[in-house]
């Protein structure tokens, strides 16, 4: 899975974003806002924290600021209500957390979801303001009626590879596992059980997910580079290595892939471990006219 820091564009003069999607599924991010999910109807998978949860119909879910995880739908016509707010805006949220991101009570979720939309979409003066009113609202209720602990500084392992993932991002075509082992300062054997348990995947298939979706940015966008120069400039040393690395990530080989192929909506893997986020389509229902943008 491809671990990366997502981006929120809110409204203008407001630090909140709300909306709906129909079989959702993502890859495994993170972002430093805080993103609010309840599920409508259907049934959702939710990594956090490197543990997996599953959420039905009238469950909620909370991934505070930092935090990675991924989120698919298990079941079709699954519906989701995602409120995404800036961290900061909330001050309680920086002293405070949730013990478990899961919800154990009931809350009107979708009456406040409802409340949102309207305010965010007539944007009438000060609605900046009013929607900070209504999430504050919101999360005082389950902050009062779930565990709650304070917090502790984060720790110093997991804010580097944070920053080894941000690395990985800019810079895949050249790092080897050596280079991400001494960037942690640990042993082979430790980085490699570290980086499963927080990727869902080993270094080699994440590095190799990276490369080739750049290949496939590289062959959409250029035509001037032949399959080699490709190869060599995404970090692969054969032409060999990259024709098969690429073949079992998108199906098929760099000179036959559709002119409209996006790997992040075909990712999967020969392995029987293999993350698939492509069960149905993912679609946007309905929002307040923010959008992500990865």
């Given amino acids: 899975m491809l671990a990366k820091r997502e981006i929120w564009k809110y409204p203008e003069d407001a630090k909140v974003w709300v909306g709906k999607y129909r079989n959702s ?71 405070y957390r949730l013990t478990d991101p899961k919800l154990h009570q009931s809350y009107p979720i979708p ?36 565990q709650i602990e304070r917090r502790v500084k984060e720790d110093r ?48 298939q994440y590095i190799n997910y990276m490369r080739i979706d750049r290949a496939v940015q590289l062959l959409r966008s250029s035509s001037d580079l032949s399959m080699t120069e490709i190869a060599e400039q995404c970090g692969f040393e054969t032409i060999r290595s990259f024709n098969r690395t690429f073949r079992e990530l998108t199906g098929a080989s760099p000179s036959r892939l559709p002119s409209d192929y996006s790997l992040k909506e075909q ?3 020969t392995s029987e471990d293999a993350f698939d986020p492509t069960l149905y389509d993912c679609t946007l229902i309905e929002s307040c006219d923010g959008e992500s943008v990865g």
Wanted: glycine share 6%; proline share 1%; hydrophobic share 40%.
């Fill in 25 to 95: 599924h993502n890859l495994l991010h993170w972002h430093y806002d805080c993103e609010f999910i309840y599920v409508e109807q259907g049934l959702l998978d939710v990594y956090c924290e490197r543990r997996d949860h599953i959420l039905r119909a009238g469950e909620a879910f909370f991934t505070d600021s930092g935090q990675m995880h991924y989120q698919r739908a298990l079941a079709p016509d699954t519906v989701l209500v995602v409120f995404v707010f800036k961290s900061g805006i909330l001050p309680f949220l920086e002293e």
């Fill in 267 to 269: 990712f999967s893997l």
């Fill in 111 to 146: 009456e406040f979801y409802g409340r949102l939309l309207r305010v965010l979409k007539e944007r009438r003066k000060f609605y900046g303001e009013e929607a900070r009113c209504i999430l504050e609202e919101l999360m005082i209720g389950v902050f009062r009626g779930e």
């Fill in 157 to 204: 392992t997991e804010t580097a590879f944070k920053e080894l993932l941000e690395e990985l991002q800019s810079h895949c075509e050249r790092y080897r596992f050596q280079d991400a082992v001494r960037f942690m300062n640990m042993s082979e054997a430790y980085f490699s059980r570290y980086f499963k348990a927080m990727t869902g995947s080993t270094f080699t």
